[in-house]
Nanobody, 127 residues
Framework: DVQLQASGGGLVQAGRSLRLSCVAS????????IGWFRQAPGKEREGLAC????????AYSDSVKGRFTISSDNAKNTAYLQMNSLIPDDTAVYYC????????????????????WGQGTQVTVSS
């Protein structure tokens, strides 16, 4: 079974940084793309960043481009989301996903098409 475990959330002040981790198991990590998404109360789930573990290509939403960086360590079966210059609007539950067949741009744009989701990790940014 595909399993994804997101962690690293917490309470931070605006302007600070956090790094989220997504540990994967149950599948060949190199063959999959990993995505990061978030959902704030009362809002739709939003795609943030995706990475293709096979070729290392990445895609970002305009809302986080330049502030967030996605990466992965194939040897550790782990993907990361480095979040810098956090703002209160970044407050949400953050999720990671895995998909084998979709292009990363499609993963990003259509969250609900992602097949596998981990449990979320809460990020709260205070002003």
């Amino acid at each position: 079974d595909v399993q994804l475990q997101a962690s690293g959330g917490g309470l931070v002040q605006a302007g600070r940084s956090l790094r989220l981790s997504c540990v994967a198991s149950g599948f060949t990590f190199d063959d999959y793309a990993i995505g990061w998404f978030r959902q704030a109360p009362g809002k739709e789930r939003e795609g943030l960043a995706c990475i293709n573990n096979f070729d290392g290509s990445t895609a970002y939403s305009d809302s986080v481009k330049g502030r967030f960086t996605i990466s992965s360590d194939n040897a550790k079966n782990t993907a990361y989301l480095q979040m810098n210059s956090l703002i209160p609007d970044d407050t949400a539950v953050y999720y990671c996903t895995a998909d084998k067949t979709m292009h990363i741009a499609t993963m990003l744009r259509y969250p609900l098409l992602n097949d596998h989701w981990g449990q979320g990790t809460q990020v709260t940014v205070s002003s």
